[in-house]
């Protein structure tokens, strides 16, 4: 998420997809350790990417520029 530039509206819309598609097939969504992902943990997720991208832009790296592309390469 570091290399683009509206990292959280991206991680909204995948978040919102994927509990879409969950419930609309019957599935249940996971992260990436196996761990059923609910709505309250999503919004935590997003508070940590939130987190990140301050602290990001706090030493002159804009989520998506290039010194962010560069670092995350």
Do not use: H, K, T
């Amino acid at each position: 998420m570091p290399r683009v530039a509206d990292g959280l509206a991206a991680f909204d819309r995948m978040a919102a997809l994927g509990l879409d598609l969950a419930e609309r097939l019957g599935g249940q969504l996971v992260d990436d350790g196996g761990r059923p992902a609910s709505r309250a943990s999503l919004a935590r997720e997003r508070q940590n990417l939130e987190a990140i991208y301050a602290r990001m832009a706090a030493r002159g790296i804009p989520a998506g520029g290039d010194r962010a592309l560069r670092l995350f390469a």
